[in-house]
């Protein structure tokens, strides 16, 4: 594990104070079999998911609806820490570039573009187990407060 992972939990530890009715980590994150990478404090977070045979589309590569869920799985907690409050996404937007296949791995780094009083502006690339770029997404999050 790396070190980081140690600060995000520790963060989300103290964060989950602040909204303890929640069910943190949600289902739909726990579903897609996440493995933490890295994380800097507020700004970054990595998260890889294992293609699943489930998650397959006719052509036998990762169903778009789940590549754009692992962004949002992905976005959430990074939004939570940097808000330091729930958030709810107010749009998603995502580019496929490549199809990703089975047994690979869907790596998503999402970043933090720009943090204001009400909304935050994340952005993020999805690459496979060798790198390649897959898809990239951005999206608006809402401030709960």
Known sequence: MHPSIEL???EMESCNKVFPT????PNCFV???PEYLEYESRLSLKISFP???????????????FIAAAFDNVFGPLSYLAA????TTLDLHTNYIRPILEKD?????AR???RGQSTMHLS??????????????TTQMMIMK
Not at 22 to 25: G, H, I, T
Not at 124 to 137: F, Q, S
């Open 8 to 10: 995000f939990n520790a």
């Open 22 to 25: 929640a069910q943190l980590p």
């Open 31 to 33: 579903l897609m079999k």
């Open 51 to 65: 293609v699943k045979q489930e998650y397959l589309n006719p052509m036998k590569g990762m169903q778009g609806g």
């Open 84 to 87: 330091r409050t729930p958030c």
């Open 105 to 109: 791995s869907l790596i998503v780094t």
């Open 112 to 114: 933090v573009v720009s």
């Open 124 to 137: 993020a690339e999805a690459v496979n187990g060798k790198g390649k770029l897959i898809a990239t997404a």
